[in-house]
């Protein structure tokens, strides 16, 4: 089946944010951003989904001019304009791991008000965390950005399909956009799953599309293709 059979059937569309509407410096594309808006204005619907804090999330969105559910923490937190919160996460295993983590090794804790999650920074020894705390339930998932210490059953996909049916949409009507790790599920549980070319082999292999472009430049490309 091709493509085009996806026009004018999309809803919505799933963006990341850093590394796919933010180039590696967390600089927004605005010409992706214009783009964004030329189709909600078309009626197609937006949602951020990121491993950012939710008030980021919620900044970035509005700043957009979205005023749709926004996806933060990696999926753990789902929150509507008007503030109401869906907490789809559980930061206490997050917790025991971290504190055995930081007996271990030095760590770079961000310092924010996660409420599902921890977050790191990106130079920690990755292979050797994940040794450490193997047996704790959750998972380490280096964005590029951050490394979060988030739960195995947290994911942005999770977090969409909160989105999506408080948004009276289907998973399926989504196209999703994302540059790493933590959008595997993401691009998974959309209609349409699109990686932009900055992304990880293992990514663009989930992916049902793979934009020629990186970045911001990668947004325009897959809204031009698919709306
Ligand atoms: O929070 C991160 O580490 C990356 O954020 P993102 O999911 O918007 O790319
Ligand atoms: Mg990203």
Redesign the pocket.
Known sequence: MGYFCFRDKMKAIAV???????DEERKINLDAVREIRRIMDKGVRVV?????ITCF?RSVSTMIGTNEPVVAE?GGIVEVKDGEKHVLGDKRECNRAFRFLREEIEINRFNDDRKTEI?LG?ELDIEKARRLISDFDVEL?D??????IKCKDVS?GKGLVKAASLMDLDVSDFIAV???M??IELLKVAGVGVAVNNSPSQLKKAADHVCRSEFGEAVIEAIDYFF
């Open positions: 990341d944010i850093d590394g796919t509407l933010t951020l989904a990121t491993g950012n999330a990696n977050a990106k998932v964005t590029g950005f951050a490394v979060h942005k994302g540059d790493s933590n959008d």
